[in-house]
């Protein structure tokens, strides 16, 4: 089980996010997103929409996709 911010995902703010693989980690913040803008977290609404724009346009999300890969496995 491995562990990163929402703030290392490309979000505003410091909430831990575990999983056993960086797709877990991705989903879960996505979930976050969702769950924290839908709260009137406003400062999550540009992070929210960055992720929803990268579900409708996958080949240029895969950078994003690719160093949050990479970073993943970095980690202890």
């Known amino acids: 089980m491995k562990t990163m911010t929402c703030r290392q995902l490309g979000g505003p703010c ?20 969702r769950e924290t803008v839908r709260g009137g977290g ?18 240029k999300a895969m950078g994003w996709y690719r160093d949050t890969k990479k970073a993943f496995a970095a980690l202890p």
């Open 42 to 59: 406003s400062d999550h609404l540009p992070a929210h929409e960055e992720m929803k724009g990268r579900w409708r346009h996958p080949i």
């Open 14 to 33: 410091d909430a831990t996010l575990s999983g056993t693989t960086a797709d877990e980690i991705i989903k879960a913040q996505d979930r976050h997103l």
